[in-house]
């Protein structure tokens, strides 16, 4: 049986608490969200927390709501909530597709965005959507609380800039008008993690690509996404021809490992053909098509 080594456990009642806890205890604490990831690394003690602070009874930081241009979503927030929110569909219908593939009902019930986003695992499929919207995200300490964009998020697997004694509570998109986007992932089986997956979002004027969003996962992609192939976009017509090389760069630019999930040539190839797929939905909803 595996049995975690001792732990202390606390249980925050406010974000300040959370934060003076985090202060408290030291960089020797974790914050617990859904524990979906954190509880099976410390059953391997591939993490070893002297102290739990528990943060599910921060009500204030889930929620999804629209404010001043942007979806704010709160870190508490679970993935199934996500997958719920019309608000979330109708603005960025990538975040629906991305969570209709995220893992299985069971851990969509109760793991957290933020936890997804703090986990850092290198296939998650939402640091890819996340990084195809640009989003930004708020991480809060004692002193106040500080936005970073998506992309400096990640600082490497399993590494983030959230630094001890910090909690992020809440991702912030902007809503822009005539934009699109779309998820494509390939895994070996329901609700397991992606062999490979991709992310677009484009913005149209007429069939004028103005500004792209390309999110990778699984494949050794800087940052989660493809800037090569957001530069090529930008200002680029929305045809095929356009979808079918930005593909090839995005192909190009991404490092994938051979591992149990397939060869890093057929994850390469992966990475392209998703990005044709998702660019080719993502501008037909841009267009106010559906599917
Ligand atoms: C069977 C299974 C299948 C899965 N399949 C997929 C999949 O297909 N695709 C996919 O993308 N993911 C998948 N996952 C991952 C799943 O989405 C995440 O494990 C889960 O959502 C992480 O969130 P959590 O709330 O459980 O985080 P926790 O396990 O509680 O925490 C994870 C880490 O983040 C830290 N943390 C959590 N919240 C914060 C915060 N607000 N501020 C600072 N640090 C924080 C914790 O200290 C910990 O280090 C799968 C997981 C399981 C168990």
């Keep these: 049986m595996q049995v975690p080594a001792y732990v202390e456990y606390e249980k925050a009642t406010s974000v300040q608490h959370a934060l003076s806890l985090l202060a408290k205890f030291g960089p020797e604490a974790k914050v617990l969200a859904g524990g979906h990831s954190l509880i099976p690394m410390m059953k391997l003690r591939l993490a070893q927390p002297e ?13 999804l709501t629209v404010v001043r241009g942007e979806l704010r979503i709160g870190a508490m927030t679970r993935h ?27 851990v969509r019930l109760w793991g957290t965005i933020g936890g997804s986003l703090c986990q850092a695992d290198p296939s998650e499929d939402l640091s890819a959507a996340f990084a195809a919207l640009k989003a930004n995200m708020v991480i809060a300490t004692l002193d106040g609380e500080r936005t970073v964009p998506a992309r400096d998020f ?7 800039v959230v630094a ?14 005539g934009g699109g986007s779309a998820y494509e992932k390939v895994g070996r089986r329901v609700g397991d993690w992606p062999v490979a ?8 004027d007429g ?21 090569a192939a957001e530069e090529f976009l930008r200002g680029a017509p929305a045809t095929e021809a356009t979808f079918a090389r930005a593909g090839q760069i995005a192909a190009e630019h991404c ?18 053909e998703l990005t044709i797929r998702a660019l080719r939905r993502a501008a037909r909803r841009a267009r106010g098509g559906s599917g």
């Design 197 to 204: 997956a991709a992310g677009a979002a484009v913005w149209l």
């Design 51 to 63: 102290t739990l602070i528990d943060i599910n009874g921060l009500a204030d930081l889930s929620y």
């Design 80 to 106: 199934a909530q996500l997958l719920d929110s019309a608000a979330a569909g109708q603005h960025f219908a990538i975040l629906h597709d991305a969570e209709r593939v995220v893992a299985d009902p069971i």
């Design 255 to 272: 490092r994938p490992a051979s591992d149990q999930r397939g060869p890093a040539d057929y994850k390469r190839h992966l990475a392209g």
């Design 164 to 177: 001890p004694g910090e909690l992020l509570t809440a991702i912030r998109i902007p809503i822009r008008p």
């Design 154 to 160: 990640h600082t490497g697997p399993y590494e983030t």
């Design 207 to 227: 069939d004028t690509i103005t500004e792209a969003g390309i999110g990778l996962t699984a494949v050794g992609a800087e940052h989660f996404s493809s800037a």
